[in-house]
Nanobody, 124 residues
Framework: QVLLVESGGGLVQAGGSLRLSCAAS????????MGWFRQAPGKEREFVAA????????YYADSVKGRFTISRDNAKNTMYLQMNSLKPEDSAVYYC?????????????????WGQGTQVTVSS
């Protein structure tokens, strides 16, 4: 059973930074892409960033481009999301996800495996 465990969330003031981690266990070789999504209360889960697990291409939502950086350490089976210049509107539960499709998707429904989420709260 694939296990994705997020950590690193917390409370931070606007303008601050956080780094989220996603530790992956028993990740099958059929997984091609990994992504971060977030969901605020009363809103749909939205795409934040994604990357190929064995490639270098990265993709970001326009709302986080230039502020967030997605990266990974394959040796540790861990994906990261460095979040800088945080804004109150970034507050949400952040989820990491893994997808077996070859084509990178920004649609949550396409992802096969999900973590339990980590709360990020940005105060103004």
């Amino acid at each position: 059973q694939v296990l994705l465990v997020e950590s690193g969330g917390g409370l931070v003031q606007a303008g601050g930074s956080l780094r989220l981690s996603c530790a992956a266990s028993r990740l099958p070789s059929s997984v091609y892409t990994m992504g971060w999504f977030r969901q605020a209360p009363g809103k749909e889960r939205e795409f934040v960033a994604a990357m190929y697990w064995r490639g270098s291409s990265t993709y970001y939502a326009d709302s986080v481009k230039g502020r967030f950086t997605i990266s990974r350490d394959n040796a540790k089976n861990t994906m990261y999301l460095q979040m800088n210049s945080l804004k109150p509107e970034d507050s949400a539960v952040y989820y990491c996800a893994a997808d077996r499709a070859i084509d990178l998707s920004m649609t949550a429904a396409h992802y096969d495996y999900w973590g339990q989420g980590t709360q990020v709260t940005v105060s103004s």
